[in-house]
């Protein structure tokens, strides 16, 4: 099982950047896929997730800025960031999880800054 992420860079406020996340090694339309954040001396936080059925959730502080979305012909999930602010800034992690198919899967991580 391989989750890739990539997208992750340095942005200044109010800009924007698109996360994605290539999956193999397993049933990838099976799964709820997520974005989770884990800034420095805070704990791991979702961000959004898509389930396999395309229903999103999201977290308050980024409604109506970010948008989850999956493409299961490439096995990808991405997370476009709009109006990025500096709260922002976090490693985003990309995650596979199914209860059904037994599995719960992370990726390595993506730095994303937002600072002028």
């Known amino acids: 099982v391989q989750l890739v992420e990539s997208g992750g860079g340095l942005v200044g406020p109010g800009g924007s950047l698109r996360l994605s996340c290539a999956s193999s090694?397993?049933?990838?339309?099976?799964?709820?896929m997520g974005w989770y954040r884990q800034a420095p001396g805070k704990q791991r936080e979702l961000v959004a997730h898509?389930?396999?059925?395309?229903?999103?959730n999201y977290a308050d502080s980024v409604k109506g800025r970010f948008t989850i979305s999956r493409d299961n012909a490439k096995n990808t999930v991405y997370l476009q960031m709009n109006s990025l602010e500096p709260e922002d800034t976090a490693v985003y992690y990309c995650?596979?999880?199914?209860?059904?198919?037994?599995?719960?899967?992370w990726g390595q991580g993506t730095q994303v800054t937002v600072s002028s």
């Open positions: 898509i389930t396999s059925g395309g229903s999103t």
């Open positions: 090694g397993f049933i990838f339309s099976a799964y709820r």
């Open positions: 995650n596979a999880r199914s209860s059904v198919m037994g599995g719960n899967y």
